[in-house]
């Protein structure tokens, strides 16, 4: 098939990629000349604009976007006049369900076809594929599906689900989910768990990390709190090794688990990584769909809610607790000491 990609950062260029060595033909745009010229060095298409690239691609066209979901809206517009009936757009970024809707409705108005996917890959996605989670009409999803199959990892070998055909197409990476925004909605839910996940992993190799480092303290005051010393002094970890062990055999080990063992494995204290965690929207809409659905996430919200927590938002409130425990019994904050070093290095 021929496809338009435009955006062409970390997951688009190499979409690009996957698809061109499934023998598609693709026809790419992004602002930063340099990512074009790069994968028109690799077979693609470069286009001058989004309107060139449309202008490119044989009717029916379809057109891929990659790109921030704040940007989707202007990028809708940029290209309305050179669509035509029976095109396919597919926005395949983080947008919001909502927006989705809004724009399959605006769309259908001049008979383009709108499809929204949810794709999960990140970085790795050229070698091992991507999951995709589709939401839209049959017609206009059946009409990609050579393209959903390119970039889907494939069925896995030995894998028992692979030959259930309740399961239509998920077995081999990709599934039509339902209507519009129903493709961004599930990838929402798969964000706000992959949310959870990393806090647990986060928070329990934390507690390996600061083991032994907590032994019975012989200060007594009223700004330090007794402890028992029940984690024996001696014990000092070796994160990476720990998570290299996990990876074999162990009912947590994942691909995130995967990913936590490379970087210990590389840097065991993180020294390159502030600790200030982004959050892209998807944690957010989770707790919104959930309150609106009066459905309990209290780790997807806490995991959401630790983020804010990593940039510095929660100073203000840890502030003004100090002057609480101050002005009611007179505690002054204790010098702050610096953290550990990672145990065992």
Known sequence: MQLGMIGLGRMGSNMVRRLGKAGHRCVVFDRDAAARQELAGEG???????????????????????????????????????????????????????????????????????????????????????????????AAVSHIEPILTALAPGPAAGNSANGNAALGSAPRGYLHVGPSGAGHFVKMIHNGIEYGLMAAYAEGLNLLHRAGSGSATTVVDAETAPTRGLIPSEYRFKLDQIAEVWRHGSVISSWLLDLVAAALAEEPGLQHYAGHVADSGEGRWTVEAAIDAAVPVPVLATALFDRFTSRGQADFANRLLSAMRFGFGGHRELAQTASPQPAGR
């Open 44 to 138: 693609a298409i470069a286009a001058s604009s989004a309107t060139d690239l449309v202008q490119r691609l044989q009717a029916p066209r379809v057109v891929w976007i990659m790109i921030p979901a704040a940007a989707v809206d202007a990028t809708i517009e940029s290209l309305l006049p050179a669509l035509s009936a029976d095109d396919i757009l597919i926005d395949g970024g983080n947008s919001y369900y909502g927006d989705d809707r809004r724009r399959h409705d605006l769309l259908a108005q001049r008979g383009v076809r709108y499809v929204d996917i949810g794709t999960s890959g990140g970085l790795w996605g050229l070698e091992r594929g991507y999951c995709l989670m589709v939401g839209g009409d049959d």
